[in-house]
């Protein structure tokens, strides 16, 4: 069993930063792929960016890249997003995942496994 808890959500202005963190528990965070996803109101639930169990190997949307990026420390259990030049429209709940016993980054959230809670990212003026 895997648990995930999200942190670093709230309210920005446009053109600011947030930096969200994952803190897995468990001990299988260094075999597993990690990976951000976000849900806007009244819209499906879409990847953001994920990463691989070493961290050589990331996937990002292309409506976040060159903004948003991807980066996990296995000696904490956690990953981070790193989200810079925030737009409106990048305001969502956005939750972390855990794709255990892989290796192969995907986009596909129903490869993967177990889910946090989310954090809210409100970008507003």
């Known amino acids: 069993q895997v648990q995930l808890v999200e942190s670093g959500g709230g309210l920005v202005q446009p053109g600011g930063s947030l930096r969200l963190s994952c803190a897995a528990s468990?001990?299988?965070?260094?075999?597993?792929?990690m990976g951000w996803f976000r849900q806007a109101p009244g819209k499906e639930r879409e990847f953001v960016a994920a990463i691989s169990p070493s961290g050589g190997s990331t996937s990002s949307a292309d409506s976040v890249k060159g903004r948003f990026t991807i980066s996990r420390d296995n000696a904490k259990n956690t990953v981070y997003l790193q989200m810079n030049s925030l737009k409106p429209e990048d305001t969502a709940v956005y939750y972390c995942?855990?794709?255990?016993?892989?290796?192969?980054?995907?986009?596909?959230?129903?490869?993967?496994?177990?889910w946090g809670q989310g954090t809210q990212v409100t970008v507003s003026s």
């Open positions: 995942a855990a794709e255990v016993n892989s290796w192969v980054v995907v986009r596909d959230q129903a490869l993967y496994d177990y």
């Open positions: 468990g001990r299988t965070f260094s075999n597993a792929v």
